[in-house]
Structures are given as C-alpha cells and as structure tokens.
C-alpha cells in the first residue's frame, strides 16, 4: 500500500476506497505523550484540509485535517481507552480514522515519503 502525507503532518493509506489517515512520527514525537484524541462523527464530510480530528497532549491540542476529501468511515476505537498508542505506534496501529474517498485526484497534491522526509 502506498502511503501519503501532508505538509502538516498527517498520513493517508489507500485500501481500495477507504483510506486510513493518522499523523506521522514526526507530529506525535513534537506533541509528546497524548492524553485524548477524538474525530468529527461517522458520516462527516469533509473536504480537503478540513479539521477531522483533534489530539491533544500535555503539552497542546492540535487538529488532525482531512489529507484529501471523504467521509469519515470509522474512529480507531482502542485510542478512546489509550490515546498513547499514537504516540507508541503512530503509522500502525495508532491510526485515527478511516474515510471513504471522496477525490483520488487530490492524491497528487500530497507528498510521498521521500519527499516528506527531506522536508524534516
């Protein structure tokens, strides 16, 4: 699966129509260790760089934007009990919602990995 990312720190992985989206290594290593995350309701649209999620750690809240528009499909349920796991596995099992594709297209207006890490 290919993965993408945005400037401002989010992932999204295509699986057919659906994509899971999360925030990168990167953003949970600057916000620290997370104590909630929530996502807008399942059934949300959203369009492109609209706010879907919030985290927030001891440190700030920050907003987790839609890396491309869509629905959202469904929240990663374990980060309501441990919202640690973003921080413990942010590009894997710490993911924050999936979305149902609403515009493939804007997929090219997002980076690779290669590109995202030079810009580190």
Known sequence: M???????????????DVATV????????EL?????V???DVGTELG??????VVESVKAASDIYAPIAGTIAAFNTKLADGPTLV????????????MKIGD????????????YK???
Do not use: C, N
Request: net charge negative.
């Open 2 to 16: 290919t993965t993408y990312y945005t400037t401002s720190h989010e992932w999204i992985r295509l699986d057919g």
């Open 22 to 29: 999360g925030i990168t290594a990167h953003a949970a290593g």
């Open 32 to 36: 620290g260790e997370l104590v909630f």
């Open 38 to 40: 929530e996502a807008k």
């Open 48 to 53: 492109q760089g609209d706010a879907a999620a």
């Open 87 to 98: 921080g413990d596995d942010p590009e894997g099992e710490g993911w924050i919602f999936t």
């Open 104 to 115: 493939t297209a804007q997929l090219e207006s997002l980076l690779d990995e290669a590109a």
């Open 118 to 120: 030079a810009r580190l």
